[in-house]
């Protein structure tokens, strides 16, 4: 079980890094990268436009929430921000973005036609430095072959609540539902949070992490990865 670091109001003076966003799977994995950190949750339109597609979306939505998290902060510091989504070609030529659902309809609907195909799943990774209006964005891409789960477990899953503040209606590490058949990309960009993405681009600006986050990632979700070290070796 991933945990989330405890931010008390008295260390802000102390805090360099900023997570413009309040999802909890995202504090969970940046938690791994050994910095202390405090949250700037933030709001903006995750309407796409027209005629965008998933690698134009995330981008733009990351390089948003990093900006408007800026007017909110109260002292120098990298504020880190992200967007992922789900990207489905279906049985079309044309990619269609998939994001949180409306309802369960919607949830039942997107998954029925995630079941027995690929996916990819895109997050872009914008960090801004406030002192001087550096910026820094990196992407994540990872095929995601799902599993031919039936109507029942759909329904089941669904149910539950929880795809439904999710882009493609799931969790990879849901328990109970394990959608995906076999992942051989990065298992922490299906999360939300590309850690290796996220390492080598604050190394960049000058805020290295001080512990193996390879290691500490693979660990935390059991996960083998075979990607890491290209990865963190390749220009962002």
Known sequence: MLESPDMNPGDEADIQLYLAS????????????GLKYSTLPTWVDETPQPGEDGLEYVRRLALNKATAAANFMRNDGLILAADTTVVSHGTGEKA???GKPSDQSEA????????????????????????DGTILSDLCATDVPMRDYTDEEIES?????????????????????????ELHGCYANVMGLPLCHVTRNLRKIGLPPPVNVPERCQAALDYECSVFEKFLNEQA
């Open 22 to 33: 309040n999802s909890p799977r995202r504090r969970e994995l940046l938690s791994l990268v």
């Open 96 to 98: 269609e973005i998939l």
């Open 108 to 131: 039942i609907e997107i998954l029925r036609g995630l079941r027995g195909h690929s996916h990819q799943v895109f997050t872009a990774v914008s960090i801004l430095r406030s002192s």
């Open 157 to 181: 899953y669904v149910a539950s609540g929880d795809p439904m503040d999710k882009a493609g209606a799931y969790a990879i590490q849901h328990q109970g539902f394990h959608p995906v058949k």
